[in-house]
């Protein structure tokens, strides 16, 4: 069984930073997806960023250019560097890993973005 466990969220004020971590029990390098989800409340869960065998990383559209996500594949350990935050963008973020077809998602983060 995969466990993904994130980290690194919080509440910060409009403009800040934060970096989102998620500790992967199994080497990445053995999932063709990686990627981050976000879900703020009454909404659905929507793709952030992706890594995706084969394919260009991918971001949503609203975070292209303030958010990157990146990964160590000797700490087995997805990230997102998220700069430039809005308040839009506060929600429970999700990592999410698949090794199709097992797919595989932790427990969710949440960030604030409030002054």
């Known amino acids: 069984q995969v466990q993904l466990v994130e980290s690194g969220g919080g509440l910060v004020q409009p403009g800040g930073s934060l970096r989102l971590s998620c500790a992967v029990s199994?080497?990445?390098?053995?999932?063709?997806?990686v990627a981050w989800y976000r879900q703020a409340p009454g909404k659905q869960r929507d793709l952030v960023a992706i890594?995706?065998?084969?394919?260009?990383?991918n971001y949503a559209e609203s975070v292209k250019g303030r958010f990157t996500i990146s990964r160590d594949g000797v700490k087995n350990t997805v990230y997102l560097q998220m700069n430039s935050l809005k308040p839009e963008d506060t929600a429970t973020y999700y990592c999410?890993?698949?090794?199709?077809?097992?797919?595989?998602w932790g427990q969710g983060t949440q960030v604030t973005v409030s002054s």
């Open positions: 890594f995706a065998s084969g394919q260009p990383t």
């Open positions: 999410y890993t698949e090794s199709t077809p097992l797919k595989y």
């Open positions: 199994r080497t990445i390098w053995s999932f063709n997806i």
